[in-house]
């Protein structure tokens, strides 16, 4: 018998189908359709949206879900193409690192109006007088909601690969970019899918301003929940409040069970551990295109394309390969680059005092600063409450893998609760009872960006290797020496991504809680998020620039002086291996 007659039959049995083809087929085409209707809708004219303009009636809410939902999935993969690139090149090249670092604690600090500020325009005039330009202006706003904690997670599980790891990789001889896909994605990996999770999540935080958003004299409204949402708010409408609610809790549900789910059930093969974990996650939808016959048969080709670009044996530049293999530094080569980075942000600093100066004097800079501090402060409280609130929460979930997977769309739909929608309860309670904004809008705040906390936290204990919890149970450790000898230490590098991430996203949000209404009734607190969301509907560009700018020193100086010694502390005394 010859190898052609016994692969025939195999490979006829492998493409007849079964019906696990034709549900899995179903879905495939459905989701292909939807898409298809989404890219018509971005072909037509500017004008559509003033014919047909936001409606609160809740027929309208499942077109309203779609179109928001192919936005945000849109905007994670180009946060993940983002991520894989900026992390890749932070954490493999020590002179990229001075300058992708520093910057990354910059753009996660900038408000999303900031964004919107100078990107509507420019998106609007690369396609005039059409929907996609709106559509992309809309899509970016997400995308700066969702990419910098993907980045600082994947940066911060390179930093960490175990060092037997690292030697393995070595004695197999595998090239810079063979190295990066077997080793540097494949152990980032359940970090980055339960940021990418937390990401998402943090679209729909900041949805309402993506979607109705005004800019000096430029208005964009297009159709999603967050424009509905925007609407319901402005015309005190509970109910509409209610479908909005209900309709976002049923979509995260949705994509929950046919995306991220099968995505940590199928990463969990890239745990971190030298014996066998006591328990895996599940999925149904995984197991549903697991027993497919036709459409597995029709992977098969891409599977192989993979392979062979994973195995593709590129060397990495000198400045790109791991730390032991390089040589000694170039002294000249660090001046030359110290140099170009201090004339570079000199230069930046100039321009931008010549263009703040023509407007603005010193009293604006002191007020403007007065106000940061005070929100400075806001953040270190909310920070600290959230971190002795979520990590024991963070490690019982994420140590137990089935609880896991019922707490994970819940925890989804609660981090993308938007502050907006809490508006109604926080400004009728502080005006009934007359209480201080100051005060009881702080914890809009941190509404959206604790969960940054809970996603890392879960995400570190899920990965932490079963044979070390089974050495400590070995040894009796319990209670208190058991946190701070086992646990902590293992998920450290994780809570730092995540309090680093909940500290910028809380300056961010502090442009939405900071500013609160409710109908006609509009509450203030006092801090820099209100001063920049007053110059923003003002269109007062200088001060948008000043409150960014000071926005953007504090971050980086509060990273630089708190969170970035620990994160070295964790890389050099915590790392697994």
Known sequence: MTLQEILTPRLGQALRPNVW??????LVIGAMVLIAYEGEQTTLPLSALDVAPVSLDPANLPLYALRTTLRMLLAIVCSTVFTFVYAALAAKSRRAELVLIPLLDILQSVPILGFLTFTVVFFMNL?????????????????????????????????????????????????????FWRLDVPFAMPGLIWNAMMSMSGGWFFVVASEAITVCNTTVTLPGIGSYVALGIQKQNLAAIGYAILTMLLVIIAYDQLLFRPIVAWADKFRFEQTASGSAPSSWMLDLFRRTRALRAMTYPFAGLNRAFSNLHIAWPAALRPRPNRGQPSRLLDALWFAIIAVSTAYAAWRAYQYLSATLGPSDVFGAIGYGLITLTRVIVLIALATLIWVPVGVWIGLRPKLAERVQPLAQFLAAFPANLAFPVFVSLIVHYRLSPDIWLSPLMILGTQWYILF???????AFPTDLREAASSFHLKGWRWWIKVVL?????????????????????????????????????????????????????????????????????????????????????????
């Open 21 to 26: 083809d034709g549900v899995a087929l179903i």
């Open 127 to 179: 396609f005039p007088g059409n929907v996609l330009g709106a559509e992309l202006a809309c899509v970016f706003a997400i995308f700066t909601s969702q990419a910098w904690n993907m980045t600082f997670s994947m940066y911060q599980s390179i930093r960490n690969v175990p060092k037997d790891l690292e030697e393995a990789s070595q004695s197999f001889h595998l090239s810079g970019w063979q190295r």
């Open 456 to 462: 890392n936290v879960i995400a570190g204990a899920s």
């Open 489 to 577: 230490p293992g998920i450290f590098p994780y809570y730092i991504t995540g309090a680093i991430t909940a500290s910028g996203g809380s300056w961010n949000a502090s442009i939405v809680a900071e500013v609160a209404s409710w109908g006609d009734t509009h509450l203030t607190a006092t801090g820099l998020g209100a001063y920049i969301a007053k110059a923003t509907e003002a269109g007062d560009f200088p001060r948008v620039v000043l409150g960014i700018a000071v926005m953007c020193m504090l971050v980086t100086l509060f990273n630089r002086l708190l969170w970035r010694p620990l994160y070295a502390f964790g890389e050099r005394r915590l790392r697994l291996g």
